[in-house]
């Protein structure tokens, strides 16, 4: 079976946040593909029209309509709203494995840590803010996104990357008892396919104990791994190769099989 892996960018991001993991598997032989979710693909200070209103089942249809194209059923590894998107392509059945990153969790994981609330409080702030599109300022983001990281420069320069999300997703994923679509609900037991939760103990977009009950969700085919001193983003601050080795020798461990098609 060929080796490919689908990686899922998250909230805010565009595929720039696979800078550095892209050549890191493509050095271990694996072909890395990093769709762009839709209208994230927008100049960064701009909000596209209709995205306000897009729902996280819109961009789980574009993934698994993409990785359906595809020669095989690849590997997907999905990073905070991504890793939400990856869970519910698992419970598709659409990939050999999963990871997430510091997932964004589903419904029945409580969302609401008041380091979240803090995180998106002045976009909840303005009237109409679950239809409208949404982005960080940099203040927000270094303290929630990029709280440990500790070369600014590198932090400024992934910032200016950040694009608008959709406020309608943000109701989906932290109040999803008011979404009538259930868009984040996933049954546990559809995901039977390999999969790895990592979190990081001082992440505060998706706290620890909010990603070990992510984890437990899927203890029949999960394994859950904790790293020490890294935050929310562990796709590119430093110790980030820690991450993408763990995450490729746990990937090569797998047995998946070869017959496993798009």
Same mark, same amino acid.
């Not at 993408?244 to 998946?256: K, N, P, S, T, Y």
């Given at each position: 079976?060929?080796?490919?892996?689908?990686?899922?960018?998250?909230?805010?991001?565009?595929?720039?946040?696979?800078?550095?993991?892209?050549?890191?598997?493509?050095?271990?032989?694996?072909?890395?593909?990093?769709?762009?979710?839709?209208?994230?693909?927008?100049?960064?200070?701009?909000?596209?029209?209709?995205? *306000?209103?897009?729902?996280?089942?819109?961009?789980?249809?574009?993934?698994?309509?993409?990785?359906?194209?595809?020669?095989?059923?690849?590997?997907?590894?999905?990073?905070?709203?991504? *890793?939400?998107?990856?869970? /519910?392509?698992?419970?598709?059945?659409a990939c050999a494995a999963a990871v997430l990153l510091c997932p964004a969790p589903p419904?029945?994981?409580?969302?609401?840590?008041?380091?979240?609330?803090?995180?998106?409080?002045?976009?909840?702030?303005?009237?109409?803010?679950?239809?409208?599109?949404?982005?960080?300022?940099?203040?927000?983001? /270094?303290?929630?996104?990029?709280?440990?990281?500790?070369?600014?420069?590198?932090?400024?320069?992934?910032?200016?990357?950040?694009?608008?999300?959709? *406020?309608?997703?943000?109701?989906?994923?932290?109040?999803?008892?008011?979404?009538?679509?259930?868009?984040?609900?996933?049954?546990?037991?559809?995901?039977?396919?390999?999969?790895?939760?990592?979190?990081?103990?001082?992440? $505060?977009?998706?706290?620890?104990? /909010?990603?070990?009950?992510?984890? $437990?969700?899927?203890?029949?085919?999960?394994?859950? $791994?904790?790293?020490?001193?890294? *935050?929310?983003?562990?796709?590119?601050?430093?110790?980030?190769?820690?991450?993408?080795?763990?995450?490729?020798?746990?990937?090569?461990?797998?047995?998946?099989?070869?017959?496993?098609?798009?």
């Open positions: 079976m060929e080796r490919s892996v689908v990686m899922i960018h998250g909230m805010w991001a565009t595929p720039h946040v696979w800078r550095h993991w892209k050549p890191f598997f493509e050095q271990r032989g694996w072909t890395v593909l990093t769709p762009v979710l839709r209208h994230h693909d927008a100049p960064p200070l701009s909000a596209p029209a209709g995205l *306000g209103t897009l729902s996280l089942l819109d961009y789980a249809a574009d993934l698994e309509a993409y990785i359906t194209a595809l020669p095989t059923k690849p590997v997907v590894v999905g990073h905070s709203m991504g *890793g939400l998107l990856a869970q /519910m392509l698992a419970a598709r059945d419904a029945g994981v409580f969302a609401l840590h008041p380091s979240v609330v803090r995180a998106f409080l002045r976009i909840q702030m303005r009237w109409g803010w679950w239809r409208l599109p949404h982005r960080a300022t940099h203040q927000e983001a /270094m303290l929630g996104t990029f709280n440990t990281c500790t070369d600014r420069i590198a932090c400024d320069h992934d910032y200016a990357h950040f694009v608008h999300e959709s *406020g309608r997703v943000l109701v989906e994923i932290g109040l999803p008892f008011l979404d009538r679509r259930r868009a984040a609900r996933i049954a546990p037991s559809a995901i039977t396919c390999p999969t790895l939760v990592i979190g990081t103990d001082k992440d $505060r977009m998706t706290p620890p104990g /909010m990603v070990r009950r992510v984890a $437990r969700r899927y203890a029949s085919v999960a394994e859950h $791994r904790e790293f020490a001193g890294q *935050g929310h983003w562990i796709v590119g601050q430093p110790g980030w190769q820690e991450v993408a080795a763990f995450v490729a020798d746990w990937l090569e461990q797998q047995r998946m099989p070869s017959s496993a098609a798009a």
